[in-house]
């Protein structure tokens, strides 16, 4: 059962950075925000909408565990707040409040 879970925690994060490295980072100014509707960020959406956005509520689930898990190591020497701000944070917000499509960010 552990080594399972061990597994399935694996697949997670490497999914979850598969995502968020799976496309070139383009020259911010060369880019718009907004397509104007020609369809050029298309299958980046779909990607996201159908592979990276339900990988990003599995590394949350699993981010939040391992902060309550290392809690007894990080609450001595006071770095909850990087803990919280790694495991916690970053996924949540990767997930929740990135713009569709967008993995710049």
């Known amino acids: 059962m552990k080594l399972a879970a061990k597994v399935l925690l694996l697949l997670l994060v490497s999914g979850v ?9 383009p020259a911010a100014a ?5 397509d ?5 960020n ?21 981010g939040t565990m391992l902060f309550l898990l290392s809690l ?6 006071g770095s909850i707040e990087s803990a919280a701000q790694t495991l916690v944070h970053q996924p949540l917000y990767y997930t ?3 713009p569709l499509g967008d993995f710049n960010q």
Do not use: H
Not at 17 to 24: D, W
Not at 30 to 34: D, N
Not at 36 to 40: F, P, R
């Open 96 to 98: 929740f409040q990135r």
């Open 30 to 34: 060369s880019v718009p925000r907004y």
């Open 42 to 62: 298309t299958t980046g959406m779909i990607a996201d909408i159908v592979v990276c956005r339900p990988m990003g509520v599995f590394a949350s689930a699993g």
């Open 36 to 40: 104007g509707g020609t369809g050029s």
């Open 17 to 25: 950075l598969a995502c968020k490295t799976s496309t070139p980072a």
């Open 72 to 77: 007894p190591f990080t609450w001595p020497n």
